[in-house]
């Protein structure tokens, strides 16, 4: 009897704790979520991004975004997600649920990072270009950023003047980080039921992410800045950091953007400007993407001359690739509408050109189409050593030279009456580095010379060179002359402002030269009378740039004694008979 009543009086115990442990539970617990009803918090519909102004305690954490499943309770929540179940009053705490502490399917809550369970993951660096660093220790040293490595949380990656990387993470999603950008990963996850869980932080700079795959429910990817926070579920987008402005640009799928306490869309082909403290700019529309300009399809030479394309904007942004994807960056500069991109540095390779505009507030379109070209520099452009630059000169054979280059096989080189090369007087292939050209008329002369290489790849033609061949001056028939008398010599005059130096000599080789004049300046000299005998005469002429041609070959002059007239034999005479007597 007082066992069955005592079994009663458990029995009745047991069921009046049930009831009051249900109550409590109700009140006190977290309850799951309804069929019905009204979140207060995010929806998945849209991509998910925490708003830029958080309390206190919020500001203090490093908080993740959590997905509710359908029949999740809060505790259930935090012994899936938390090192323990217990933590559920810290996630109700941050996230202002009261009791009943109602969570509802399609909310996101915000649990702590460091409560949370996780496996940490990593980007792999696909490649690199330039100065790009990772930032070690509390010390602020830079370290060398190398192709393969791997990016963890609380790294940092910092590009310099000439600085691009390309970032991949897992399930095809791919950062791009351009040049001089500071670039945090915040954090970089999987949760225990494998979502990925990832947050960035651009402090400066211009960073492109790519998500092609659709993130899972539970998955998120945030953006942030000092001035906004983005997030994505599926997308391509733009955000940049310059000063106290920020741009977001989406160029396919949705980005939700907050700041200042608001949040809105932007969506695809649309912009918005964040000015720091203030709510996003509306959405704008971007620039459209432009046609490609009158590319070369080979350079073969550095710099690069790239024409810009006419675009819907006042900027115009060129972007160089190793791939046609665009995703492996190597080049990037801006220029004004309708002025010229001046690119160097670039190894010799296959690269594509991307091409967007930019407009006046700053929002940057979607890229062309990519433009192949290829840039090959061996063998280079040879260097002429003979430089005439025009000169003038008398001899009709003209020797140019120039310097070998790397990957040099033969040459070919031109010369042409006009130095656009069109009227062609020799086209012949080479195997040293000199040509000699010989021409019998006298004339204005343009030379320039190629390398080949053995596979019969062409460099760009030298810079053409200029001279002028003068006719050698000459001097006409020269009549015997008599011992007295003055002989006149003339020749033909070349011209206005040319000078001639005339020698007199006894010899051929002119080692007894009797007389000389210099600097005359009509074709005429008269020499002042000469003793009987033989003589050589040579002549140069002195052009106005002071180039002096080479002596005419000698010519004889012979002067005879004079022939005796009647007074001359009387003179005879009367010396004859002066001895006799």
């Not at 899936?80 to 705490?93: D, G, L, P, V």
């Not at 351009?178 to 494998?194: G, H, M, V």
């Not at 967007?356 to 189409?369: D, F």
């Not at 006009?418 to 195997?431: G, I, N, P, R």
Request: hydrophobic residues 40%; proline residues 7%.
């Amino acid at each position: 009897m007082i066992s069955d009543q005592l079994q009663k009086r458990g029995r009745l115990f047991r069921h009046v704790f049930f009831v009051i442990l249900v109550m409590v539970s109700m009140t006190f617990f977290p309850g799951y979520i309804g069929a019905q009803g009204t979140s207060p918090l995010s929806s998945v519909d849209e991509p998910e991004v925490a708003s830029h102004t958080t309390t206190k305690v919020r500001r203090n954490m490093l908080l993740v975004p959590i997905y509710i499943e359908e029949g999740t309770s809060l505790i259930q929540l935090a012994k899936k997600y938390c090192t323990s179940k217990y933590h559920w009053q810290e996630i109700a705490r941050i996230n202002h649920l009261a009791p009943p502490y109602r969570i509802y399917e399609g909310d996101t809550v915000e649990i702590p990072f460091e409560l949370l369970k996780k496996e940490i993951a990593s980007a792999q660096v696909a490649s690199v270009v330039g100065d790009v660093f990772r930032l070690q220790g509390s010390d602020g040293s830079l370290r060398q950023v190398k192709k393969g490595e791997r990016m963890r949380p609380g790294e940092t990656l910092i590009t310099g003047e000439n600085g691009f990387a390309h970032l991949v993470l897992s399930d095809n999603r791919y950062i791009r980080v351009s040049k001089n950008s500071q670039f945090t990963f915040t954090y970089l996850f999987r949760l225990t039921d494998n979502s990925l869980k990832a947050e960035f932080f651009l402090e400066s700079g211009n960073v492109s992410v790519d998500v092609r795959k659709k993130l899972r429910k539970n998955e998120t990817l945030r953006t942030r800045t000092p001035v906004s926070v983005t997030g994505v579920r599926g997308t391509s987008f733009r955000v940049k950091m310059d000063g106290d402005i920020n741009v977001i640009e989406t160029l396919r799928g949705r980005v939700a953007l907050s700041a200042a306490g608001t949040m809105l869309m932007v969506d695809e082909g649309k912009g918005s400007v964040v000015k720091e403290g203030e709510p996003p700019a509306a959405p704008q529309d971007l620039p459209a993407a432009p046609s490609l300009p009158a590319m070369n399809k080979v350079y073969r030479e550095q710099a690069l001359r790239i024409p810009s394309p006419q675009v819907d904007g006042v900027r115009c942004r060129l972007r160089i690739c190793t791939d046609e994807a665009g995703e492996q960056t190597v080049w990037s500069g801006e220029t004004s509408k309708g002025e010229d991109f001046l690119v160097v540095g670039l190894a010799d390779g296959e690269y594509y050109a991307f091409f967007t505009a930019i407009n006046a507030v700053g929002l940057e379109g979607a890229p062309s189409v990519p433009s192949p070209f290829l840039l090959r520099t061996v063998p280079g452009t040879p260097v002429l050593s003979s430089h005439y630059d025009g000169r003038q000169i008398f001899d009709p054979a003209v020797e140019f030279r120039w310097l070998k280059g790397e990957g040099d096989a033969h040459y070919r080189v031109q010369v042409a009456r006009d130095d656009e090369f069109t009227d062609l007087l020799a086209e012949k292939d080479v195997e040293e580095t000199e040509y000699t050209f010989q021409h019998t008329a006298p004339g204005v002369f343009y030379f320039r010379v190629q390398a080949v290489a053995d596979d019969g790849f062409c460099s760009n033609y030298s810079r053409a060179d200029r001279v002028e061949i003068k006719e050698m001056p000459d001097f006409g028939p020269i009549p015997p002359a008599s011992s007295g008398e003055p002989s006149v010599l003339h020749w033909p005059t070349m011209g206005a402002g040319v000078f001639y130096d005339i020698e007199i000599a006894r010899d051929k080789k002119f080692r007894r030269v009797v007389e000389s004049a210099a600097q005359l300046p009509d074709a005429v000299y008269t020499p002042k009378p000469l003793e009987p005998g033989t003589y050589w005469i040579r002549m140069r002429a002195v052009l106005p740039s002071g180039v002096k041609s080479p002596w005419v070959s000698p010519r004889e002059l012979t002067v005879a004694a004079p022939e005796l007239g009647v007074a001359d034999a009387i003179v005879f005479g009367v010396f004859l008979t002066i001895i006799f007597l």
